[in-house]
């Protein structure tokens, strides 16, 4: 009795609990900590039930998603310590992940998690709602409906997969004739709420791609015939529709975004094969910004010029700093992924996940990375 109660406190208990944490840990970030302490704390809080887990274990089977993802961590490495300062952060971070990775590799947490991001969904949702009637305030400062987060683009992404991964549950259990679906269902329409008022179109288009592309699986190898075809038309059709109204929506924020691919790209045919390094984004997006207002002063684009920080498109942050190499582990990866699951729940989540990281930037937000790695 004692064994088992020191299993589950070492590994669901204290990982549930840390999990749960993180989802408010933008809060802490306005001065209690930051990003590299919180990564260092967890090293230390996860590393003792990581080491229990690998002793009860007598032996470990590695998948060709595990290879595959040491294979890029590797790449990862090897880019950073060829990269200039900024090491000891990501060190920290990708130490961290690899704990939870771990875990989630190693027990059976798959539940547990997939709870609690449904409960943190409806939480954060409770938040937005609070927010919005200026009961509380916000981490933005001009936003107010942030949930904990300090950008409502971030938040809408969060719900976006809290949202449909709820549904998602809830259409399971429903399928098995069992009534806890309808309150799975329950919390998933609560969260449009939240979802409406984040404003997010990048969350929207997640969702409503990730509903669209779920009856496509396991489909793509018929897509000859008449009625795949005509279904994977109709669902590409709808995407680009929804795309062109949401462009009309922020037409400012959307061309903004266009200009800022246009100088990525500009970045990653100057250096296609390695990239610019880690951070390289950051470091080096400016000045191209700079150089093409000095090569165009009358552009109409001026109104665009901001500080720049974020690519706004995962796969192209990943070509700027990693290269074209890069991508493609990353990019194997991914289709490796898809492939491999049966698990409609994390299918889903996935989905949206990807479709969101194509016009936002989640892997500046370190509770995106650990849901990533949970999908993995």
């Known amino acids: 009795m004692k064994q088992v109660l020191l299993t589950y406190l ?29 990564s260092l704390l967890l090293i230390i809080i996860l590393t003792p039930p990581v080491i229990y887990q690998l002793i009860l274990k007598k032996s470990i089977h590695l998948s060709s ?20 300062g900024g090491h000891e952060l990501h060190l920290l971070k990708l130490l961290s992940l690899t704990c939870w990775y771990i875990l989630f590799r190693l027990q059976s947490s798959f539940w547990v998690i997939t ?3 449904v409960i943190c969904g409806v939480i954060q949702t409770i938040l937005v709602i609070l927010q919005s009637q200026f009961v509380i305030y916000g981490y933005h400062q001009f936003f107010n409906t942030t949930g904990t987060f300090h950008n409502p683009a971030l938040l809408g992404g969060f719900l976006a997969i809290s949202f449909i991964m709820a549904l998602s549950v809830g259409k399971n ?3 098995q004739k069992n009534k806890k679906g309808y309150i799975f269902i329950a919390c998933s329409m609560f969260m449009v709420w939240g979802l409406y008022l984040s404003d997010s179109r990048t969350a929207w288009l997640a969702v409503f791609s990730c509903i669209l592309l779920t009856p496509l699986k396991n489909r793509w190898h018929r897509w000859t015939r008449k009625k795949e075809l005509l279904l994977f038309l109709g669902c590409g059709i709808i995407v680009i529709l929804l795309s062109i109204i949401l462009y009309q929506y922020k037409p400012i924020s959307a061309n903004g975004r266009l200009f800022i691919w246009e100088r990525s790209l500009e970045m990653i045919r100057d250096k296609p094969l390695w990239g610019h390094g880690i951070n390289g984004f950051r470091g080096n997006y400016m000045h191209y910004q700079a150089d093409y207002f000095e090569k165009n002063p009358q552009s109409n684009n001026s109104m665009l010029a901001d500080n720049v920080e974020y690519a706004y498109n995962e796969l192209i942050k990943i070509s ?19 492939k491999k699951y049966d698990n409609i729940i994390i299918y889903n989540g996935l989905i949206v996940l990807i479709v969101f990281s194509l016009f936002s930037y989640p892997s500046d937000a ?11």
């Open 173 to 175: 259990y429903l399928q």
């Open 10 to 38: 070492l590994t669901k208990g204290i990982s549930s609990s840390a999990f749960l944490i993180l989802v408010f840990a933008p809060i802490f970030y306005s001065g209690i900590f930051i990003e590299n302490q919180i």
């Open 115 to 117: 709870y609690l991001l």
């Open 65 to 84: 998603i595990d290879i595959i993802l040491l294979v890029f961590c590797v790449f990862y490495i090897g880019r950073l310590f060829t990269s200039q």
């Open 320 to 338: 700027v700093e990693m290269g074209i190499a890069g991508l493609i582990l990353f990019l194997i990866l991914l289709f490796s992924l898809l």
């Open 366 to 376: 370190y509770i995106f990375l650990l849901i990533f790695c949970f999908f993995i």
